[in-house]
């Protein structure tokens, strides 16, 4: 039962145009979404989340959108940067610190 | 700060066998995580500890994983004995709690890499 759903498993973005990475969840549950990036032999990091009392929250080149009704969170990266080549993970959580529910993963890779 | 610790990074291991992965978290983070991520998959949380006591484990196959944290700070992960489908990489991960704490965030260790002939 994949309650967060990421159904590109990749993407190639020229440099310096927009990245868009999509989102989808099941659960109405969940009231917090964040997205981590990972590189090679590194374990994720933190990137950007939203509250679901928000539609929008953005920090430098990277804006993450929530449509609640559809269930679907984007992150786009603008400009994109070779640098933000990466496995990009959506997550999300039914309530503060508890349990983060991750999709597969979207490879992003920006070309230059 | 320094980051979270895990070891070893990588372990190869014949199923049947039993293998333990260590995690120290970021000094002062009161929750721990153990996440397994197996290959084209998202990280899927096994155990969430708040200092030594357990939050949620129930993803956790109790009949052949344990965890434990003693003393609330540092932890270790067993599988024992160790299935195929055991192959996958193990996150440990930490949060703050309080203060400065963004909802939701987790600082990730490397890693370690479970190969299971």
């Known amino acids: 039962d994949q309650q967060v759903k990421q159904n590109s498993p990749s993407l190639s973005v020229q440099e310096g145009r927009i990245s868009i990475l999509n989102c989808d969840y099941t659960?109405?549950?969940?009231?917090?979404f964040l997205w981590y990036k990972k590189y090679p032999a590194e374990g994720p990091t933190f990137l950007i989340s939203?509250?679901?009392?928000?539609d929008k929250n953005e920090d430098g080149r990277f804006t993450v959108f929530l449509n609640k009704s559809a269930k679907h969170l984007s992150l786009h990266i603008v400009p994109s940067q070779p640098g933000d080549s990466a496995v990009y993970f959506c997550a999300a959580s039914a309530k503060y610190g508890n349990k983060l529910v991750f999709g597969a993963g979207t490879i992003l890779r920006v070309k230059s | 700060e320094a980051g979270v610790a895990q070891s070893p990074r990588y372990k190869i291991i014949e199923k049947r066998q039993s293998v333990a992965f260590w995690c120290n978290p970021i000094s002062g983070h009161a929750t721990l995580y153990w996440y397994q991520q197996i290959l084209g998959q998202g990280p899927k949380l096994l155990i969430q500890?708040?200092?030594?006591?357990?939050?949620?484990d129930s993803q956790l196959p109790k009949d052949r994983f344990s965890a434990e944290r003693l003393k609330g700070v540092d932890s270790t992960l067993k599988i024992q004995p160790a299935k195929l489908e055991d192959s996958a990489v193990y996150l440990c991960?930490?949060?703050?709690?309080?203060?400065?704490?963004?909802?939701?965030?987790?600082?990730f260790g490397e890693g370690s890499r479970l190969t299971v002939l």
């Open positions: 939203i509250s679901s009392i928000k």
């Open positions: 991960a930490s949060s703050r709690t309080s203060g400065r704490a963004v909802v939701g965030e987790l600082f």
């Open positions: 659960n109405s549950m969940f009231d917090y």
């Open positions: 500890f708040q200092n030594n006591g357990v939050v949620d």
